[in-house]
């Protein structure tokens, strides 16, 4: 990959909850870079305005992939965990290694790259070089290239059974 953008699709958009708001944060489209030879990826421009000047570079929920969450949507994904229960063994196996992995006060550099940190790049990128950086809805969602291609082909597998879930979701409604 030469880091170029591959692909000009995403797309800004406003939901009329966030009508009127400086901008929506509201994360879509997909595109391919690879990461330079200090770890640094480019982050497109509609992302880095979304995601502000500083923000957190974390494992998935699933540590398959990297999750870069604007500050306000990581603090409201700590709540979550907070409200969950401290007590609980599992959980708080799940949230060491989840911190241990998460990296906040972030920043992009005057060419729009983020460093993402040698532990994560080891642990769940695998150190490849090319990655497919995804709109998450609520964060930015950076892959490895060829751990897209298994998630797709796993996508088209399941999609009469999701087509199925989503249309008795849909029937629930009426």
Known sequence: MDGSNNDQNAISTETPKNAGKSRSTRFIGSFNHSLDTKGRLVIPQNFRDKLGETFCVAPSFDFKSVAIYPTEKWEERNETY????????????????????????????????????????????????????????????????SASGDAWKSFNDELPQLLELIAGLEAQKE
Not at 117 to 132: G, T, V
């Open 82 to 145: 907070e409200k969950l229960g401290k007590l609980n063994p599992a959980l708080n196996r799940y949230l060491e290694q989840f911190y241990a992995l998460s990296y906040d006060e972030q920043t992009c550099d005057g060419q729009g790259r983020v460093l993402l940190p040698a532990n994560i790049r080891q642990k769940i990128l695998r150190e490849e070089r090319d990655m497919e950086i995804t709109g998450a809805n609520d964060h930015v969602r950076v892959a490895a290239l």
